[in-house]
């Protein structure tokens, strides 16, 4: 039976160019307004956005390499390439992060003059494009891993954003220009919580870790609830790329069940599907006894 092999993501690239226009037209907007303002934020989001233009760059790459044909080597095609971009930007994540603390406890040890009122009118102007592509993209992000990826960038520069706003009245109020380093600082570590969360997510996918939500337990129970079934072993599921859980089972049944194993697979098929949304699964019926002639055999 065919399947439909294009990714989650791959269904909301023109959202991901559009929001890459916006990044990259408010990246250089705010680069400018840093030099004229001698900011440290706006410096320090210009340059988290400029990461961001980067990764969603590489989250395009990916659906397109995500969805070309597949092979005979390739059998799941290179799904896979999604996950590694995710990973990828995060790691750009944890790199910006460090740039912006190191200069910003420099700063904070030799303080330097900003215009309050320039930064305040730049930063508004972050923050409003900011918005526009968080929200072009918060429905995609449940969907697939990569797209979080590009979302989370946007939600990070969004919130650095409204740091660099709340600074800039401050810094005008009062005049205290360490305050632009402080947040700069703020600043990195939200954006290093949110790139290890990403990290995480994507190396949970490489190593094949169990989907989330899918607890193989609950899923051996179902499976041997079924009329018929009186066994479960080498059971495996994992995730190819978001959105795309896949299982495999050997199931033992009783000597009547063999007759109809066509019926057998189609209620267990649709066991998965309907409990766990598990649409790709491989099964492999087996009489009584027959697991003591597999080479290899798991719980």
Do not use: K
Not at 82 to 95: D, P, T, W, Y
Not at 153 to 163: A, I, R, Y
Not at 237 to 247: E, Y
Not at 286 to 296: I, K, L, M, S, T
């Amino acid at each position: 039976m065919g399947h439909d092999h294009s990714t989650a993501a791959g269904a909301h690239r023109g959202r991901l160019l559009l929001v890459l226009g916006l990044t990259l037209g408010v990246m250089a907007f705010q680069v400018v307004g840093g030099v004229v303002t001698g900011s440290l934020a706006l410096l320090g989001d210009a340059g988290h956005m400029a990461v961001d233009s980067f990764g969603i760059g590489l989250a395009l790459f990916a659906i397109w390499i995500a969805n070309r044909p597949f092979s005979a080597e390739r059998t799941f095609g290179l799904q896979r390439a999604e996950i590694l971009a995710a990973a990828a930007n995060a790691l750009l994540l944890f790199a910006l992060c460090g740039f912006i603390g190191y200069e910003a406890v420099h700063r904070l040890l030799n303080p330097e003059p900003v215009v309050a009122p320039a930064m305040l009118a730049f930063s508004i102007i972050g923050l409003v494009t900011n918005l526009v592509a968080l929200l072009l993209l918060q429905h995609g992000q449940s969907e697939s891993l990569n797209l979080r990826g590009a979302y989370l960038e946007v939600l990070g520069d969004l919130l650095s954003s409204v740091g660099v706003v709340v600074a800039a009245l401050l810094i005008w109020a009062t005049g205290w220009d360490r305050l632009d380093s402080l947040v700069s600082i703020a600043i990195a570590l939200f954006i290093a919580s949110r790139a290890w969360h990403l990290l995480n997510e994507a190396l949970r996918i490489l190593l094949e870790v169990a989907p989330r939500g899918v607890d193989l337990g609950e899923v051996r129970r179902h499976l041997r609830d079924q009329p018929g079934v009186l066994d479960v072993h080498d059971l495996h599921a994992w995730t190819i790329t978001s959105g795309l859980p896949v299982l495999s089972a050997h199931v033992v049944v009783e000597d009547s069940a063999l007759t109809d194993t066509g019926r057998l697979l189609d209620q267990l098929h649709e066991c998965l599907s309907e409990h766990f949304s598990i649409d790709h699964s491989t099964i492999q019926v087996e009489p009584v006894g027959h697991a003591q002639h597999e080479g290899a055999r798991h719980a």
